[in-house]
């Protein structure tokens, strides 16, 4: 660490003064809590939340400042919070609002901290090569106007080595500043889930990382404000840059070992429930059995990408870094893989049950129920749904959609002729097989009379991806049951 670097940089945080003006690059899922968060703080007197006027996503800043969330699907609190931080409530901030959304990217010149949360997709995780093209032209934004004394800080899941690397290079080359001296460089990862937003960063523990000392101290007085229950956890850059990959890959390694635990059971002719039962009964001192649950695969923005990012971080260190055994794959991803995997697994069921009543995939009618990927959410990004629907739509079925949450107007990547739509009966009229893929409340409560009778068929076909159809009442009711893990009802008689 350069020592006199650090100290100018102290100076330089010292003479600004506390923080009160932030800035937060994207109005997605983690840019927006976060960003009326922070102007619901005392402590700060204006945020600004940065969205791209563009034809995908630019109605955003319009809704924003009317004070209405963009985002769907339950989000308690969100709506009013925003209501209340850009003054349309009528509250302490009304004709003053602490928050507003632009596309003014000037801005950040005014700002003491920047945040961005910006998506890190992977075009095509084999290569390993993220795409970070709409991330480094958010940092490229950042640099241009930055000013000496102002925090930076990328709370995107990045490879690590990303914010001491290329983000540091662009930010300096930009700013014609010093990352360490003249701004301060962090990362703190989001750590959020959809449906529980505000809930989630107020109350999860906050990794923050700097480049140096002085950069993490900075970086906490931003996020102390905000936390209720949680705490700041300091580290390096890159330790918190491991710490966000780490934690989503250990995630998809259990839905993975929970998805391979199902596939066996099913195998051997069990109840998959009835072991995870058994298995979570054994407790006492040193006993850690955390089984999670299988299902119809992993969706998300994270999940599905965040375990590439942690080997990528590795593979970037050169071919004598790592000592690994030579004829041994990844275990983080093959557990990818095995997720990717279920599906296929769905339709291999939906297959199975069809044939039982003399049917097969070539001009079925399937009723695919939940396209987002959460339950209660209109979060479709990287839906198993859309694997399944090109499958079997290739494989000669018809296939109609349905979702009560996503709009298929702005739901991303919908394959042409993929019809989405909330009118359930509609979708369900007809079906040979009732393939469910989101655990949504409105799929908890069907009554299989009911839904057979919009089938119209003796012996419609029942699959389920998410363990909300109690196999018995539908078996009894006619149906033929198709579960994941359910290996003592799959196969049932008719």
């Known amino acids: 660490m350069n020592t006199n670097a650090s100290t100018k940089l102290q100076q330089l945080f010292e003479t600004r003064g506390a923080i009160k003006t932030i800035g937060v690059i994207g109005m997605g899922y983690v840019g927006i809590p976060a960003a009326v968060l922070f102007a619901d703080a005392p402590e700060f007197d204006q945020v600004y939340g940065f969205q791209r006027d563009s034809k995908s996503s630019g109605y955003k800043i ?43 990217f000037a801005k ?115 996020y102390g404000p905000v936390l209720t229950k949680g705490a700041l956890i300091p580290m390096s850059a890159t330790a918190a840059e491991v710490t966000k990959t780490a934690e989503n890959t250990f995630r998809d390694l259990q839905i993975a070992a929970a998805n391979q635990l199902a596939l066996y059971c099913e195998a051997m002719g069990i109840n998959f429930y009835d072991v995870r039962t058994g298995v979570d009964s054994l407790k006492g001192e040193g006993i850690t059995r955390a089984i999670l649950w299988p299902g119809a695969g992993v969706g998300g923005h994270c999940l599905t990408k965040d375990t590439y990012h942690l080997e990528r971080g590795v593979q970037q260190l050169g071919p004598d870094a790592l000592d690994w055994p030579d004829d041994i794959a990844s275990l983080y991803v093959s557990s990818r893989q095995i997720n990717d995997f279920m599906p296929s697994h769905m339709l291999h069921l939906t297959e199975s049950a069809l044939q039982q009543i003399g049917k097969t995939m070539t001009g079925a009618k399937i009723a695919l129920l939940g396209w987002a990927f959460l339950n209660d959410s209109d979060d479709a990004r990287n839906t198993p749904a859309e694997p399944f629907y090109q499958a079997a739509i290739a494989a000669g079925a018809e296939v109609r959609v349905h979702d009560p949450w996503v709009d298929p107007e702005t739901a991303p990547d919908v394959p042409d002729g993929a019809d989405i739509t909330r009118d359930l009966e509609a979708v369900l009229r007809g079906a040979d097989a009732v393939v469910i893929f989101a655990g949504h409340k409105e799929y908890r409560n069907f009554v299989p009379a009911e839904v057979k009778t919009l089938c119209g068929c003796s012996h419609p076909v029942i699959v389920d991806g998410r363990n909300v159809a109690d196999p018995d009442e539908w078996i009894s009711g006619g149906f033929v049951y198709r579960g994941i893990g359910r290996g003592d009802k799959n196969g049932h008689a008719v």
């Open 62 to 104: 319009g809704m924003l400042n009317a004070g209405v969330s963009p985002l769907k699907g339950e989000e308690p609190g969100l709506e009013d919070l925003i209501a209340k931080v850009t003054g349309i409530d009528g509250g302490e901030n009304s004709g003053k609002p602490k928050f507003t959304c632009t596309s003014d």
């Open 108 to 222: 950040i010149a005014e700002c003491d901290a920047v945040t961005l949360a910006i998506q890190t997709p992977f075009a095509n995780p084999k290569d390993l090569i993220p795409n970070f093209t709409p991330l480094i032209e958010g940092i490229r934004n950042v640099g241009r106007y930055l000013t000496p004394g102002t925090l930076v800080v990328l709370e995107s899941t990045i490879t690590p080595g990303t914010t001491a690397g290329m983000a540091r290079e662009i930010l300096e080359e930009e700013s014609g500043l010093v990352a360490g001296e003249d701004f301060g460089l962090a990362h703190a990862p989001e750590r959020v889930m959809v449906g529980r937003l505000l809930k989630n960063i107020r109350e999860h523990d906050r990794i923050v990382g700097g480049i140096d000392a002085v950069c993490t101290g900075r970086a906490c007085e931003l």
